[in-house]
């Protein structure tokens, strides 16, 4: 994991919040789809659409994973992770990210290829500002990509009536607020019905975004692992030392031996074991995870 040597004065306040607006800042920044291509071998022959659902694809392979984010507060310097940061990482290490840091990286490929793309933040039940995603315009219409809840494949915002989708292991509805800017996220596995979180739809600059994404470093879920990722029409969730594998009509929970940990993290999510052994190391030294008494 790189430690970019512009980022490493300890900035606090406004001022951090003043150097990472201006670092993911799509207009200041490097050209990410380039990059992204050349590392994921995607090809730039396709155009328009076409080139977009390539690197959704290549970016669908990006987990969910706040072991990348546990390790970077243990840094000096501002803790976030650049979008070079997250593709290298991905292709050394498999790493992916947190909401953040994988809707700013996403953001960076969707601005290289000339589309339109927008942050807004979410709320979930435990707090405001809990989650972020991003809008991306396609044909002047407005669609969701949400990369932290593994939604890469754009969809159309809807304005009046529920819009639904199915993912090959649950079902995801969409349901807006009326005349309050704000959707709803719900999913549904085996008729059961599940509220996750709220959308508003009215875009946030990079300051705004900047400032959630600085305090979810000292959220409750930095104290345990927590990944998930898709493969085929699977899901594999895993938070402290249990996992959840689901499919369209099946559901597995195994809680994983201590001993078993960091092998079980680094197989199912494919992290390079050494950073999964890092990860859950700081967590316990710091006494925030005991896998044994959960």
């Known amino acids: 994991m790189q430690f970019h040597p512009h980022l490493t004065s300890p900035f606090k306040g406004e001022e951090l919040c ?32 076409y080139l977009l659902r390539d690197i959704l694809k ?20 501002p803790h ?10 991905h292709k050394e290490m498999g790493l992916g990210g947190t909401c953040f840091s994988l809707t700013s990286a996403l953001s960076h490929l969707v601005h290289g290829l000339g589309w339109k793309a927008e942050y807004i933040l979410a709320d979930r039940r435990y707090g405001q500002n809990t989650h972020c995603a991003l809008i991306i315009w396609i ?57 996750r979180l709220t959308y508003k739809t009215s875009p946030v600059d990079a300051g705004e975004f900047c400032k959630a994404w600085d305090s979810s470093f000292h959220w409750e879920m930095m104290k345990y692992p927590l990944l998930t990722r898709t493969i085929a029409s699977k899901q594999i969730y895993l938070k402290g030392s249990r996992i959840q594998i689901s499919s369209a009509d099946a559901m597995e929970k195994q809680n994983i031996r201590p001993a078993e940990l960091t092998d079980k993290i680094a197989a199912e999510f494919r992290i390079h074991p050494a950073l999964v052994v890092r990860a859950v190391s700081i967590l316990r030294d710091r006494g925030d995870f005991a896998p044994s008494k959960r």
């Open 139 to 195: 044909e002047n219409k407005p669609h969701l990509l949400d990369p932290g809840f593994l939604i890469v494949r754009p969809i159309p915002l809807p304005s009046r009536s529920e819009r639904e989708i199915e993912t090959g292991f649950n079902r995801l509805i969409l349901a807006p607020e009326q005349n309050r800017g704000r959707i709803s996220l719900h999913t549904v596995r085996q008729n059961k019905r599940v509220y």
């Open 18 to 49: 003043k150097v990472m607006r201006e670092t993911i800042n799509p207009r200041n920044h490097w050209n990410g789809a380039d990059l992204f291509c050349d590392l994921y071998q995607v090809s730039r022959q396709e155009e328009g659409f």
């Open 80 to 89: 976030i992770r650049l979008p070079v940061e997250v593709m290298e990482d």
């Open 58 to 77: 290549g970016f669908s392979h990006f987990p969910f994973e706040n072991l990348s984010k546990i390790i970077k507060l243990q840094r000096s310097g």
